[in-house]
């Protein structure tokens, strides 16, 4: 799909995958040494279908990571035993952290920090823990 996708530049899908509507994958890359993770680009949204339907094929479980922050979408989707389950941030999860202007930080419980990954980390790990 990678060399495929370099060739066309285009997004693509596996080619036992002929569903045409979307869940494309773009850019897709891996880390020497991370094994059985690999990282890449949708467009819009999570692509939590077919990577289920991935999984589904070749009779693995998966854990999905994901995030499209112009969208609000934060979550983690995961297929155990045929089980998907997808917990993701809600509206109201992102109201509790203040961007700080005039500092270029974020104000979250208190404290203070350069980045909202670290809270939106936080926020999800507290969401699964609560399950």
């Known amino acids: 799909m990678k060399e495929k996708e370099e060739q066309t530049e285009q997004g693509q899908l596996p080619y036992f995958i002929t ?7 773009f850019n897709t890359y891996w880390n020497e040494g991370d094994a059985g993770i690999f990282q890449y ?21 998966f854990v999905q990571d994901y995030e ?30 203040q961007f700080v202007e005039e500092t270029d930080t974020y104000s979250f ?16 790990e507290r969401k699964i823990a609560t399950l």
């Open 68 to 97: 499209e922050m112009s969208n609000l979408k934060y979550g983690r989707a995961t297929l155990s035993d045929k089980l998907l389950t997808d917990i993701c941030l809600e509206d109201e999860d992102f109201e509790t952290y």
């Open 109 to 124: 419980e208190g404290e203070i920090y350069d980045s909202d990954c670290e809270i939106l980390e936080t926020l999800l």
């Open 19 to 25: 569903d045409k509507n979307g869940g494309y994958f």
């Open 41 to 61: 680009e949708t467009k819009w949204s999570p692509n939590i279908e077919i990577v289920q339907k991935i999984a589904e094929y070749f009779h693995v479980d």
